[in-house]
T-cell receptor
Framework: DAKTTQPPSMDCAEGRAANLPCNHS???????VYWYRQIHSQGPQYIIH???NNETNEMASLIITEDRKSSTLILPHATLRDTAVYYC??????????FGTGTRLQVFP | KAGVTQTPRYLIKTRGQQVTLSCSPI?????VSWYQQTPGQGLQFLFE???????NKGNFPGRFSGRQFSNSRSEMNVSTLELGDSALYLC???????????????FGPGTRLTVL
């Protein structure tokens, strides 16, 4: 599985958009980009995934660059409950998730 | 639908003992994966079971083992516990693939194991 690089931490004001970047420059054509988050000591929670098109669901939007070497997770209106560690993962057809160190997002009032 | 459940939630053992952790997947899910989370190593994949067969294995010593039953419930076992086995053990389940989409994994709350 391709390796991902994320900033270790980010801050965001409540109500503002949180944009979390991820680099996956060695991604191959059949690898998907997945995002999970983990709120303190709970199990990771699935957020969104995509292959090459931008995706949106009720939680977030995922923007993948045309060359697929990087992506951005967007939380449009961050709340205090969005404070968590966010993991960007690339995976192929397997349930084996390779977690990196993630980005610790702190949403402040 | 009930989520993934793990028992027990907390466990304290001493070095040299063995431990068995249990995971009940979401109803209808046939794939169960296990992960270990420690402050030093982060989240690491242990193994994955599908229809009672181990399909994927991470880079852990043979002291870590698992199995899956016909009802998809899974157990993992750690023998001869070491201090470094203290961790949050997470179980995740997923369903069959539909329409070629990769399936989401749903995680349980974890079992926090402390080895003294």
């Amino acid at each position: 599985d391709a390796k991902t690089t994320q900033p270790p931490s980010m801050d965001c004001a409540e109500g503002r958009a949180a944009n979390l970047p991820c680099n996956h420059s060695t991604i191959s054509g059949n690898e998907y980009v997945y995002w999970y988050r983990q709120i303190h000591s709970q199990g990771p929670q699935y957020i969104i995934h995509g292959l090459k098109n931008n995706e949106t669901n009720e939680m977030a939007s995922l923007i993948i660059t045309e060359d697929r070497k990087s992506s951005t997770l967007i939380l449009p209106h961050a709340t205090l409950r969005d404070t968590a560690v966010y993991y960007c993962i690339v995976r192929i057809y397997t349930d084996k998730l390779i977690f990196g160190t993630g980005t610790r997002l702190q949403v402040f009032p | 639908k009930a989520g993934v459940t793990q028992t027990p939630r907390y466990l304290i053992k001493t070095r040299g003992q063995q431990v068995t952790l249990s995971c009940s997947p979401i109803s209808g899910h046939r794939s169960v994966s296990w992960y270990q989370q420690t402050p030093g190593q982060g989240l690491q994949f242990l193994f994955e079971y599908f229809s009672e067969t181990q399909r994927n294995k991470g880079n852990f010593p043979g002291r870590f083992s698992g199995r899956q039953f016909s009802n998809s419930r899974s157990e993992m076992n750690v023998s001869t516990l070491e201090l470094g086995d203290s961790a949050l053990y997470l179980c995740a389940s997923s369903s069959e693939v539909t329409s070629g989409r990769l399936r989401e994994q749903f995680f349980g709350p974890g079992t926090r194991l402390t080895v003294l």
